[in-house]
């Protein structure tokens, strides 16, 4: 098996995880008693669809994707992680810490 051939396979197995951990959510979510609601990934304070949460959503899911796609192709470097890391997690972080302190 060659290197393509090899990083092909990791990239068909990558996206049937994500795949199938993506149908196991909507099914969970679906069922009446799950404390799971995807819709609250897009939905604002009001209830209503959000912009800014459909824009976020989707600038994390092809963030990550191109994170994968760097690990796969073995171009990944410490630099890229630290910009992923400081964008997605530290914010969440922040805001958890502020949040800590006000209450």
Known sequence: MNYLSANRWAAIT????????????????????????????????????????AVMMGSF????????????????????FMAYVGAWIVPSVTKLIVQGKQS
């Not at 993506?22 to 604002?44: E, T």
């Open 14 to 53: 990558l996206v049937v995880m994500v795949a199938l951990l993506l149908f196991g959510l909507l099914r969970r979510s679906k069922m009446i008693n799950s404390a799971i609601d995807i819709d609250d990934l897009l939905l604002g304070e009001d209830g209503k669809i959000s912009k800014a949460a």
């Open 61 to 80: 899911i092809v963030t990550s994707w191109i994170m994968a796609k760097l690990t796969l192709t073995e171009h990944m470097t410490e630099g890229y």
